[in-house]
């Protein structure tokens, strides 16, 4: 059978039609960056709107593109949570809809689980991927250490005290005038600068668990900002922003890696492993503890459908599945989530 699979919790409209075996037919990905740049950040009222105008003509896409229709499917998955509510109720309800009239079943996934199990897709991981392994979920909304112990089975490590990674990425951007999400800008800046220049604070290291902060640093960036920089300047700081990120983001993995021992791989997802420097200093962790460092590709690490059509594949493989009158919830902790 085929699995239907809706994204639609924060800015990304996404659908994918996946095998039963994760084999993926047809994916699509809707940025509604456009839409939300001249606010400098995510509006919820237009981000549901958003999802409502575009979701029906990119479920049609996805299933032409897999060459079916809605007959041919024997489940939907939908983001049900955590997230911005009105988009959550547009996905799932429309998930509910194709499950009621095909009557085959809906699984309600969880966005934050959905980015647990990518890493386990076919595609990622050929040879499998066994529990447990350390997770670090570093996005613009979420920044934490999960050990993924199977589906259903999430014990968080640690997670920011303040703001998400890719939340930090984005308001030191700004300061440095760059465009939102400034994420990738500050790190093209960041090409050539010195990474030395500025000595930026990183916040809690070596301090034991794996709780990250980052509103330390993003002060640091603003006093530097406000003292007045060249071109040259706005490199280095651009840099060394980038390089304590790293280093931070290295030193909690290490504490948390100590705190799964039985860890199989160390996995990196959300937009900010798309960074080079970041990925470079988790690699080097994962070396030395004797693990791979599993990263999926930019697109799956990113919002995407896929890995909510694969976290309802494998929660279809337990027997499981959700009745029609769940309820989408914009607060939905993974630790709460045991099957
Ligand atoms: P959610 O937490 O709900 O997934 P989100 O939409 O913010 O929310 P993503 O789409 O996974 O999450 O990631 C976007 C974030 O990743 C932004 O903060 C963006 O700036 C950051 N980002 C993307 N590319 C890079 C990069 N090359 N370097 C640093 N940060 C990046
Ligand atoms: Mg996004
Ligand atoms: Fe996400």
């Given at each position: 059978g085929l699995v239907l699979g809706l994204e639609s919790s924060c800015d990304e409209t996404a659908a994918a039609v996946l095998r039963?075996?994760?084999?993926?037919?047809a994916e699509a990905v809707l940025s509604q960056l456009a839409d939300h740049a001249p606010f400098g950040g995510v509006v919820p009222e237009i981000a549901a709107r958003a999802h409502l105008a575009h979701l029906p003509a990119l479920v049609a896409r996805v299933l032409a593109e897999a060459g079916t229709t809605p007959a041919g499917l024997s489940a939907v998955a939908a983001t049900s949570g955590p997230g911005l509510i009105g988009g959550l109720i547009v996905g799932a309800s429309f998930g509910k809809g194709i499950a009621a009239a095909r009557d085959i079943p809906f699984i309600a996934v969880n966005h934050l689980e959905a980015h647990a199990l990518s890493p386990r897709l076919p595609s990622v991981s050929p040879e499998g991927l066994p529990f447990p392994y350390l997770l670090l979920l570093l996005s613009g909304g979420h920044c934490q250490c999960v050990a993924v112990e199977g589906v259903g089975q999430h014990r968080r490590l640690g997670s920011t005290l303040d703001d998400a990674v890719g939340e930090a990425f984005d308001k030191s951007a700004k300061l440095l005038g760059l465009p939102w999400p400034g994420g990738p800008h500050l790190e093209r800046l960041a090409v050539g600068g010195d990474p030395a220049r500025f000595p930026l604070p990183r916040p809690l290291l070596g301090r034991p668990g794996c709780d990250f902060s980052f509103s330390g640093l993003k002060t640091a960036v603003a006093q530097q900002v406000a003292k007045g920089l060249d071109e040259a300047g706005r490199r280095h700081l651009a840099a060394s922003f980038q390089e304590a990120v790293a280093a931070t983001l290295a030193d909690r993995a290490r504490h948390a890696l100590a705190m799964l021992p039985a860890a199989t791989a160390l996995v990196v997802a959300g937009g900010v492993a798309a960074n080079g420097a970041v990925r470079a200093a988790l690699a080097e962790v994962a070396r030395k503890a004797g693990l791979p460092l599993v990263a999926p590709p930019i697109r799956l690490c990113t919002d995407n459908a896929v890995m909510v059509a694969w976290a309802g594949i494998e929660r279809l493989r337990l027997g499981l599945s959700d009745p029609l009158d769940h309820a989408p919830r914009p607060r939905w902790p993974l630790d709460s989530l045991a099957a």
């Open positions: 039963a075996d994760g084999t993926v037919l």
